[in-house]
């Protein structure tokens, strides 16, 4: 068992490094951080200097290992583009984008499942025909689209909703919050909806077709025939086994849903980590652009190392 | 993706209508695309960067919204009598900083000399300043290696600091990224302007308030009490922000919006040709091109190829179909305010396909060529739908373009790393003189000089005129020289001009403003209708 762990565990640093090592070879197609930083009158010598000092010159492998020298040591660098620590200005963003993919992932799930349970249960109801048959826009329409028409519907038309921003935050000294102001809530809505919309799709449908398959078991079938009411056979003994496959999903996706929120947070200026990633590319901002990728890849190493970990507390066949 | 995203936002905010929310009357809320980079007023020379520093501190001259010099923390300057090669400044009395220190010499002699130091972004505006002295507690002398006429057009942006404030606070030098520091002047701001910060997170808001100890309160009319900018960085959101009354001012407001905006109840359209000219540079100095299919020549060598060009490009077309009338054809690269341009040179030739066709048929070229053209897709208005509308234009007369286009921060290295022979690029000239247009454009590109002449372009003698105007004293005869220079470089058809940008501000009709040419609004002058 400690053998196994340790492995995995082995396993998941290595593809921490691979992902550093491929990202920062990307870094020099992203472009050049000399041409951002300096302004119209640089001159030659200015560029030379700058990519000089920076360390540019030298090759990608080189200025990786220097990054994780310093990344180890708890120093991700300073930010090109706004000149203060990278782990500050994650720190500052991230409860941003954590509140938005709380609220979309609740949303997701909440919806996703009594939707799912509807759909199965009136399978060939008009109501239940026409919210699959919605569910195919949320399924294929892009995440921004979805986000402007919210904001054509909600904002511009009906004056209802913000357009953009988070509303006021209360700052809890080491967390700042959307959840206690009236305008920080309202706020959450439309963004919340637009990141946790295809995630809610995806939750209803698979609900939806492991209940179908739940409902066609033998106990079922001996549950009804002992006579329980439905509310009892459907919500008691078929929910109850639809939802392991469901909560795998689930954790899954949640990874997902913050790592994708970029592009949610660029239509409703979200001010999260996606947007400050997004800032980072086109600015050539590489100290940032490292540590959001090295952020993303150790979560989701680190659900799927747990999830592995779980399947070996679950499945005692595992353990050998 | 995002023009196509901007498009859509279009079409569906055009079927809209609302009413707009009374803005209130004192609150300024203003969005722009971009966000200011740093507190720090010498660290970087960007547009929206100094644009929110303008607000806070400022330079001892301002170039007010209608382009002209205007007197800030100093309040008279001319060149000493004794000495041709220093300027002497009368600094403005009983100005406080925000924090309540009294401005005088020493802060001036402070802050010139750190914007001057090499990780300032603003020395190459003070080349050739030797020394910086104070000559009484309210005059300050500023030596330069020679007579330098222009010296007051280059400080409008080099804003003045405390240096009491700077020392107590450990901030004397600018940041220096390379280091990895962090700075004090780079999170806090105490200037002598307008407006003071209240609050700052950077991407999200930025509060400041009116000045009550202002020396300007007065003279200005100083209607805004608050200020609370807002970077919105999708065209669409942006928008729907003004439209909704969320915001009462952007200051970009995307071509294909434009009607929506001006249709809105209760929002308006300033409009205003900008200092930013847009053109096409060509590799005329190599001998043969890396990204053509003519082997050992260069086709943009021969004068006629570039002269069968320009007159290829149909300027009108793109103004109309392209901009949808938002720009103004140019046939200089010369934005209209700046020193040096006439009606004349800015008059475009005649698009005419045959013309162009026999010159390419004259220069050996009648079967035409291929040649890649880099173009940005995120700098300039609409920039990447004008390259392809060129490179329809240039298939007429048989050059086949294969068209790259990239983002700034992939497009602007190509420039300067000599990778691209054929390319868009945009000029602003912020000292409203042709000097800086040919310094960086045309002058050989060496250690100091040229930095953005990407077309291999040299001329010994071009270089000595340029050169020269640096000193000369004798404002005529350097005008002559100007304009002798615009005539070479008219000769040779360097580059390819195609027009200048028009400016497009969104505004609640409860304010009032004339709109600056260079996109630095100043709110110290926005009146209250």
Known sequence: ?320 | MTMRLATFGAALLATTALTVSAASAETLRWARASEALTLDPHSQNEGPTTTLMHQIYEPLIVRNMEGGLEPGLATSWEPSSSDPNVWVFQIREGVTFHEGQAFDAEDVVFSLNRALSEASDFKELLTGVTEVRAAGDFTVEVVTDGPNPLLPNNLTNIMMLDAGWAAENNTEEVQDYAAGEDTYAARNANGTGPFVLQSRTADVETVMTQNPDYWGIGEFPMDITEIIFTPIQNPATRVAALLTGEVDFIQDVPVQDLERVDGADGIGLATAPQNRVIFFGMNVGDEDLTLDNVEGANPFADVRVRRAMDIAINREAIQQVVMRGQSAPAGVISPPPVNGWTPELDEYPAYDVEAARALMEEAGYGDGFSVQLDCPNDRYINDEAICQAVVGMLAQIGIDVNLSALPRAQHFPLISNFETDFYMLGWGVPTYDAEYIFNFLYHTQTENRGSWNGTRYSNPEMDEMIASLTSNTDLDARNGTIAALFEMAEEEVIYLPVHNQVLNWGISDAWSTVVDADDQVKFKYFELN
């Open chain 1, 1 to 320: 068992m400690l053998n196994y762990i340790l492995r995995r565990v082995l396993q998941s640093v290595l593809v921490l490094l691979v992902v550093g090592l491929v990202a920062f070879a990307m870094f020099r197609f992203v472009g050049d951080p000399v041409e951002t930083m300096l302004g119209q009158e640089r001159t030659v010598g200015d560029i030379e200097r700058l990519r000089e000092q920076l360390g540019l010159n030298k090759p990608f492998f080189i200025q990786y290992w220097e990054f994780l020298v310093r990344a180890v040591q708890g120093d991700l660098g300073i930010s090109y583009r706004q000149g203060r620590p990278v782990a500050e200005i994650i720190a500052e963003r991230l409860p941003a984008t954590l509140e938005l993919a709380f609220v979309s992932g609740l949303f997701a799930l909440g919806l996703g499942i009594i939707l799912g349970i509807f759909t199965a249960i009136r399978r060939d109801g008009f109501a239940a025909n026409a919210i699959m048959t919605l569910s195919l826009i949320g399924v294929s329409l892009p995440t921004f689209l979805i986000g402007i028409l919210l904001i054509y519907v909600f904002s511009v038309e009906l004056s209802l909703l913000p357009s953009f921003g988070r509303g006021d935050v209360v700052d809890l000294g080491w967390w700042t919050t959307g959840f206690l102001t009236p305008s920080g809530l309202v706020a959450l809505i439309l963004p919340a909806i637009t990141l946790g919309l295809y995630q809610m799709t995806l939750i209803m449908r698979l609900v939806r077709s492991e209940m179908l398959e739940v409902l066609r078991q033998d106990y079922i079938r001996f549950a009804r025939a002992r006579g329980l009411s439905q509310k009892a056979v459907n919500f008691r003994h078929a929910l109850k086994n639809t939802l392991v496959p469901v909560i795998t999903v689930t954790g899954l996706q949640l990874g997902s849903i913050i790592a994708f929120a970029i592009i949610t947070e660029t239509v409703f200026q979200w001010p999260g980590v996606g947007l400050l990633f997004i800032n980072a590319i086109q600015f050539v901002d590489i100290p940032v652009m490292a540590a959001y990728l090295m952020l993303i890849s150790v979560m989701f190493v680190g659900i799927n190392l747990a999830v592995d970990l779980l399947y070996v507390a679950i499945d005692p066949r595992l353990r050998n």
